[in-house]
C-alpha cells in the first residue's frame, strides 16, 4: 500500500481537509475519498512515507527480466494492459517494482502510451526498453517485442556477470598486496630501524631509507594518511563521472592490456545485440543507431555511431559507414555488409552479438590464464624490494666488518 497526501472538500460542511490516505495506486485513493463524502482537490504520492525515496535505483535485472516475460505471457494470452500489470505486480517480490508498476497502471488508466508511463522511470527502464515498447504498442506486437526484451536483458547481464567475475580475482590479490605492503611497512621496517640504529658508523641504503621515511609518515601521520587515500577515492570518483574522466577511462578499457580485448568483443556483443531487438521489433535504422549509441555505454563508440547516422542520412550504407572506424572490430562492417546485401540485417547483426558472446567467454579464459602469473610476479618484485630494504643494511654491515678487520 501506499500512502497519498490529498486535499479534498467535505461535501456536507464545504470545508478543505488535509491529510493521508493508503492505497494501490492514485485512481484507489480517489474512490475511496468519495467514499468517505470528500471531493478531491489534489492528490500527491507521499514518497517519503510510501518507502518509494530511491528505490527505483534498486530494481535487479532478474526482476525487470521476470516483469517483461511476465507480462508478455499475459499480454499474448489476451489479457487487457492495465490488467496485466495490475497481475504482474501482485505476483513481483520487489517492492520498488511493485511501487512503480502500480504508478504505471494509473498513468496508463489515465490515458497515458504505455511507453510514456514507462519513460517516468528512465533509471529503471533505458531508452531501448522504451523503444521497443513504443514500436511493440504501434504495431501492436508488444507482447513479441516485451519477450525480445526479456533475452537481451537476460544476455547482457550474463555478458556483464562474467565481466565482473574476470576481474574479482585481480581485486582480491590487490587487496591482498596493499595489506601485506602495509603491513611490512608498518611493523616491520621500524623493527630494523632500531637494530641498526645502535649500531655506530652504519648508513643505511637508500632504498631502505625511502621505505622507512614511508613508514614514519604512516604511523606519525596516520589520521593525514586516511584523509589522503579518502580524498584520492573521492577525487577519482569525480573525475570519472565528469566529461573527460569518461572518455578517459573508456579509452582505457578498449585499449589497456589484458582487459582491452575483453571490453571491445563486449561492447560490439552489446552493440549487435541491441541492433538485433531494435532491427526485429521494427524501428528504424536511424533510430537504431541513436539508441545503440546510448546503449553500449562508452563514448567513443557512442561517437562514432554518431558519425555513423549523420553518414546513413545522407545515404550511405551502414556498413561503409563504420567501415575502418578503430572504435569497432573488422568483423562488424563485413558481417554488416552482408546482410545489407542479403536484406538479412536482422540475421546477420544477430550472428554478429552470437560471435562476440562466445569470444567473451574466450577471453575471460584467456585473461583467467593469464593474469595469475603476472599478478604472482608483481607481488614477487614487490616482496624483493622489502626483502632488500631489510638485507642491504646487513651485507653492508657484513663488508664493513670485513674490511676493519683487514685493517
Not at 376 to 393: D, Q, Y
Amino acid at each position: 500500500m501506499l500512502t497519498y497526501r490529498y486535499e479534498a472538500r467535505n461535501t456536507s460542511t464545504g470545508e478543505k481537509v488535509k491529510a493521508d490516505v493508503q492505497a494501490d495506486n492514485e485512481q484507489v485513493a480517489a474512490k475511496l475519498l468519495k467514499e468517505k463524502g470528500l471531493v478531491p482537490l489534489s492528490i500527491k504520492l507521499d514518497k517519503s512515507k510510501s518507502g518509494t525515496r530511491g528505490l527505483f535505483k534498486k530494481v535487479g535485472s532478474k526482476d525487470k527480466v521476470l516483469f517483461s516475460r511476465q507480462l508478455s505471457t499475459l499480454i499474448n494470452a489476451g489479457l487487457p494492459l492495465v490488467q496485466s500489470l495490475r497481475s504482474v505486480a501482485q505476483q513481483t517480490t520487489s517492492r520498488p517494482l511493485k511501487v512503480i508498476v502500480n504508478q504505471i497502471v494509473t498513468e496508463v488508466e489515465a490515458g497515458k502510451p504505455f511507453s510514456v508511463a514507462l519513460a517516468k522511470y528512465p533509471k529503471v527502464f533505458n531508452r531501448v526498453y522504451i523503444s521497443l515498447v513504443a514500436a511493440g504498442e504501434t504495431s501492436g506486437t508488444l507482447d513479441t517485442g516485451l519477450e525480445r526484451l526479456a533475452d537481451q536483458q537476460e544476455k547482457d547481464a550474463d555478458i556483464l556477470s562474467k565481466v565482473r567475475g574476470a576481474m574479482i580475482y585481480p581485486a582480491i590479490v590487490l587487496v591482498v598486496m596493499i595489506a601485506v605492503v602495509g603491513f611490512m611497512i608498518v611493523k616491520v621496517l621500524p623493527q630494523v630501524q632500531s637494530i641498526y640504529a645502535g649500531i655506530p658508523g652504519v648508513s643505511l641504503p637508500i632504498l631502505t631509507r625511502i621505505l622507512l621515511a614511508i613508514s614514519h609518515f604512516v604511523i606519525n601521520y596516520w589520521w593525514l594518511t586516511i584523509i589522503i587515500i579518502v580524498a584520492a577515492v573521492v577525487s577519482l570518483s569525480w573525475f570519472r563521472k565528469t566529461e573527460i574522466g569518461k572518455s578517459f577511462f573508456d579509452y582505457a578499457k578498449m585499449k589497456a592490456w589484458p582487459f582491452g580485448p575483453l571490453f571491445m568483443k563486449m561492447y560490439m556483443a552489446r552493440f549487435a545485440r541491441t541492433g538485433t531487438t531494435l532491427v526485429a521489433s521494427g524501428v528504424p535504422l536511424l533510430q537504431v543507431l541513436d539508441i545503440t549509441s546510448d546503449a553500449v555505454d562508452n563514448v567513443h563508440i557512442a561517437k562514432s555511431l554518431k558519425l555513423a547516422e549523420d553518414k546513413v542520412k545522407g545515404g550511405k550504407a551502414l556498413s561503409d559507414s563504420i567501415s575502418n572506424d578503430p572504435n569497432f572490430l573488422e568483423l562488424v562492417p563485413n558481417m554488416i555488409r552482408i546482410g545489407e546485401q542479403s536484406g538479412a540485417l536482422e540475421t546477420m547483426l544477430d550472428k554478429v552479438a552470437y560471435y562476440y558472446e562466445k569470444e567473451v567467454d574466450n577471453e575471460i579464459k584467456t585473461i583467467s590464464t593469464i593474469i595469475e602469473p603476472v599478478l604472482m610476479v608483481i607481488m614477487g618484485i614487490m616482496a624483493l624490494i622489502i626483502v632488500a630494504a631489510v638485507l642491504l643494511p646487513i651485507y653492508g654491515l657484513v663488508n664493513q666488518s670485513g674490511f676493519l678487520n683487514n685493517v
